[in-house]
């Protein structure tokens, strides 16, 4: 009867886990953190199922925030955005913070939309028959109100 050699998993692991699939660490990431093997992070996942529910929630943390990064940057958004000058003969540099518009970006809408409605988004532009993307863009925008004016425009 073969034996196995002794699993150097530690129940702390799933909390730390958790933490840094949270801040975004890929399973190798996570791997080398714990000085392991990604196929060790594998095999903890079937044999903890604390682990990887652990590592399944910090996933779905980091993803909501790409996810929510990705659709600010689908339909644009507004930042502080800060300047630095050194008048001549002032004794210090002078920072003037101001807010600075970020257009929508329309791969990132599209990206959006095709994860989000698959059935509607997905298709080839080429041989859709429904007027192409470019057309379903044209109309979705038409639906979306306008935004305030930005400081910059007002």
């Known amino acids: 009867m073969a034996t196995t050699r002794p699993t150097t998993y530690k129940p702390a692991y799933a909390r730390k886990a958790r933490a840094l699939c949270a801040n975004g660490l890929t399973d190798r990431e996570l791997a080398a953190e714990f000085g392991v ?3 060790t992070i594998f ?8 682990f990887a529910e652990a590592t399944a929630l910090g996933k779905a943390v980091a993803n909501e925030r790409v996810e ?3 659709y600010e940057r689908a339909i644009g958004y507004e930042e502080e955005a800060v300047r ?4 001549e003969g002032a004794p210090a540099p002078v920072i003037v913070r101001y807010p600075r518009e970020v257009r929508a ?3 990132a809408a599209l990206q959006w939309l095709r994860v989000r ?3 509607v ?3 080839n532009a080429a041989s859709d028959d ?3 993307i470019v057309a379903r863009m044209r109309e979705a925008m038409a639906r979306v109100p306008e935004p305030p004016l930005s400081y910059a425009q007002r």
Not at 43 to 50: D, I, N, V
Not at 84 to 87: D, G, K, R, S
Request: glycine share 14%; net charge positive.
């Open 37 to 39: 093997s990604r196929s």
């Open 43 to 50: 095999r903890w996942r079937a044999a903890f199922p604390e």
């Open 68 to 70: 929510r990064a990705l």
């Open 84 to 87: 630095v000058f050194l008048p």
């Open 105 to 107: 970006d329309i791969r």
């Open 117 to 119: 409605d698959p059935r």
């Open 121 to 123: 988004w997905a298709g």
């Open 130 to 132: 429904g007027g192409g």
